[in-house]
C-alpha cells in the first residue's frame, strides 16, 4: 500500500465527525484553538468539517486550511459535485488539501437510503472522484457502511475509485458493529482482493457503538491499514468515534505487537484532551483511559505502595508522556502509611516518625468519613498534631 509501510497517519475528525455529537456546536474562535492544538500534537489530516452543509462550516474549513501548516486539511463531500466544488473552494488554499468523498455501499444503505443499485453507486463513486482529482492529487475515497458491504462489491468500488485518483481508500465501521477478529479478516480481504490497492493507503474509521472502537482499528492496522480516523476523547456520532489518545498510546506502549511510528507529540495529549473537553462542553468520564482523571490515580493501599517502590508495578505508561505532571497518589481510607508519607513529603513536610504516626492515626478516621482526603484536609492534620494548633 502506498506510504510509509511503516507510519500510521493520523486523520483527526474531532471537528467533523466529533462535532456531530449531539449537543455540540463550536463557534469559529473555538475551531481555531482546536485546530492550532491538533497542529501542536502533530496530527497528519486534519478534517475541519462538511462546507457544503452551511456557511459556517464552509468558512471555518476555509480559516483552518489557510491557517495551518505542516497538516493536511481535509473538507468532506458527498458524491455529488456540488459538494466536491464547494469542498475544495474551502480547501484550495491549504497545504497539500485533501478532498474526502463519501457513499454508502451497503445494501441497506442502497435500498433505503440513496435508492440506487450497485452499478450505480459504483459509477457516481468513481466519478466523484475522478471530478475531485481534477483539483487535486490528494482525494480520499470513504465507503460508508463498508462493515455491512458485500466486500466483492467493496473491492470492485475500491478498485474503480482508485483508478478514479483516489489516494486514500477508507473503510468506515459507521454504525460500530464490527467485532475486532471479524474486522480484521475483512482489511486483509479488501488488501488481498483489490488489485491496486498498492496505490493508495489503506484507511479505517470506526464508531464506537459497542464500545470496541479503539479494538477494532488496533486489529485493521496489525492487518494492514495504515491510517486512522479519530477524534479526541472519542466524540462523536451516537457512541462516538475512536479516541485518538487510546489509538497512539497503545501503538505507543505495544510496540512488540504493533511496531510503527507515529507523527504525535503525545506530551500534548492532556492539554488537547482538556481543551475539546472545555470548549465542547462533553465532559471526560473520570475512568476515561488515557485521559481521564482517575487513568493514573492509585486509591489502594497495595498499588500506591508498589508504585513508590517502583513506577511501573502498576503503571504501564508514564503519565508525564501524555503531559501529565504531578502527583498520582489520592489519599483515601486504602492508603497506608508508606502513601501518606510520600505525599506529605511532596507537599513539603518531613515527619518525625512518632509525628507520622499520629497524623496517620488521624488521617485513617478521617478517610473513614470522608472519600478522598484532600491536601487541604492534610494540612489541618499536620497543624493539628505537629504544630498543636
Ligand atoms: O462514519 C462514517 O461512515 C463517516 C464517513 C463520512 C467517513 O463518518
Ligand atoms: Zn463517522
Redesign the pocket.
Known amino acids: 500500500m502506498a506510504g510509509d509501510a511503516d507510519k500510521i497517519l493520523i486523520f483527526d ?1 474531532t471537528l ?2 466529533g462535532e ?1 455529537s449531539p449537543g455540540v456546536s463550536l463557534n469559529m474562535e473555538e475551531k481555531l484553538q482546536i485546530g492550532r492544538q491538533l497542529e501542536k500534537l502533530g496530527v497528519d489530516v486534519l478534517e475541519a468539517g462538511f462546507p457544503v452543509a452551511s456557511p459556517g462550516d464552509f468558512e471555518g474549513v476555509q480559516r483552518l486550511a489557510r491557517e495551518l501548516r505542516g497538516v493536511q486539511v481535509a473538507a ?1 463531500a458527498r458524491a455529488v459535485e456540488k459538494d466536491i466544488d464547494t469542498a475544495w473552494e474551502a480547501v484550495r488554499d491549504g497545504e497539500n488539501p485533501r478532498i ?1 468523498i ?1 457513499i ?1 455501499t451497503s445494501d441497506i444503505h442502497l435500498k433505503h437510503k440513496l435508492r440506487m443499485n450497485r452499478e450505480e453507486v459504483l459509477e457516481r463513486a468513481a466519478a466523484a472522484v475522478r471530478h475531485a482529482a481534477r483539483y487535486t492529487g490528494n482525494v480520499e475515497f ?5 462493515t455491512r458491504s458485500d466486500l466483492d462489491f467493496l473491492c470492485r468500488v475500491f478498485e474503480a475509485v482508485i483508478e478514479a485518483g483516489a489516494t486514500t481508500v ?1 473503510f ?4 460500530g458493529y464490527a467485532v475486532p477478529w471479524d474486522f480484521a479478516r475483512m482489511i486483509r480481504r479488501v488488501a488481498e482482493h483489490t488489485p491496486n490497492i498498492h496505490k493508495a493507503v489503506l484507511s479505517v ?1 470506526c ?1 464506537n457503538d459497542l464500545g470496541l472502537a479503539t479494538a477494532n482499528v488496533l486489529s485493521a492496522v496489525a492487518n494492514g491499514a495504515r491510517q486512522v ?1 479519530c477524534t479526541v476523547n472519542g466524540i ?2 451516537r457512541a462516538g ?1 475512536t479516541a485518538m489518545e487510546e489509538v497512539v498510546m497503545a501503538i505507543r506502549t505495544r510496540k512488540d505487537l504493533l511496531p510503527f511510528s507515529l507523527g504525535i507529540d503525545t506530551r500534548h495529549i492532556l492539554a488537547t484532551s482538556r481543551m475539546v473537553s472545555h470548549l465542547t462542553g462533553m465532559v471526560v468520564q473520570p475512568n476515561k483511559a488515557i485521559v481521564g482523571a482517575n487513568a493514573f490515580a492509585h486509591e489502594s493501599g497495595i498499588h500506591q505502595d508498589g508504585v513508590l517502590k517502583e513506577r511501573t508495578t502498576y503503571e504501564i505508561m508514564d503519565p508525564r508522556d501524555i503531559g501529565l505532571t504531578g502527583g498520582a497518589i489520592v489519599l483515601g481510607k486504602h492508603s497506608g502509611r508508606h502513601a501518606l508519607k510520600a505525599k506529605l513529603e511532596e507537599m513539603g513536610y518531613r515527619l518525625a516518625e512518632d509525628d507520622l504516626d499520629r497524623v496517620f492515626a488521624r488521617f485513617k478516621n478521617l478517610a473513614d468519613r470522608k472519600k478522598d482526603v484532600f491536601d487541604e484536609d492534610l494540612e489541618a492534620l499536620v497543624a493539628e498534631v505537629v504544630l498543636r494548633i
Request: no cysteine; aromatic share 4%.
Open positions: 475528525t467533523r465527525d456531530q468532506l474526502h463519501f454508502a470513504s465507503a460508508e457502511d463498508a477508507n468506515p465501521d459507521t454504525v474509521h464508531h480516523e462523536g456520532e468515534n
